[in-house]
């Protein structure tokens, strides 16, 4: 299906058995299966690691707009059209995330000052690879977030790198609205 790179099974079917029943759940979930997780089925441990990490996180003490906020951000600063793109549409469409406010933070940039804080960490991460300063911590902190939140807004950093690398080297077709890096 996919022009170059890796190989996205044409449906649930056509991906590994082992893949099959966590495809099924995704399309329970979405109503769709995503060109992603059919790429990810490929490895049925990577999809299943995926998916678990996914609905841990999900089930942490970060709100969806602030997960949605750091995708974004991370999927602007590793070029990732796929991700940019499918992240800008679940913000607008399962989180109603305002469009202003989905330019803003592929920007690196909030209206909500702790969200801001957790986008300017979300950067540094980013770019340092983990390696933020004292100061950074110390400004984090400052906004309000307890460790238990940090170690969560690294994990969503690494969980949506994942998805940014295996996109941009497995070249999946964007089958969301398509929005570019800029």
Avoid: W
């Avoid at 099924?24 to 992603?36: C, D, E, F, H």
């Avoid at 995926?50 to 609905?55: G, I, K, N, R, V």
């Amino acid at each position: 299906m996919s022009v170059s790179g890796l190989h996205v099974p044409a449906s649930i079917d056509d991906a590994p058995a082992a893949s099959q029943i966590p495809l099924q759940g995704v399309l329970k979930q979405l109503g769709s299966v995503p060109n992603l997780f059919r790429m990810i089925a490929n490895s049925p441990a990577a999809l299943n690691g995926y998916l678990e990490m996914s609905q841990s996180l999900g089930k942490g003490v970060l709100p969806a707009s602030v997960r949605e906020a750091i995708a974004l951000l991370v999927a602007q600063l590793n070029e990732c059209d796929y991700c940019l793109s499918a992240h800008a549409f679940l913000a607008a469409n399962l989180v109603k995330v305002e469009d202003s406010e989905i330019t803003a933070n592929r920007k690196g940039l909030s209206r909500d000052r702790q969200t801001q804080a957790i986008l300017q960490f979300t950067g540094e991460v980013v770019s340092q690879r983990g390696k933020v300063s004292d100061d950074s911590l110390a400004r984090i902190r400052e906004a309000g977030l307890n460790d238990a939140e940090i170690v969560e807004v690294v994990q969503h950093v690494a969980l949506n790198i994942f998805t940014n690398y295996l996109n941009n080297a497995g070249r999946a077709e964007v089958d969301f609205p398509l929005v570019h890096p800029v």
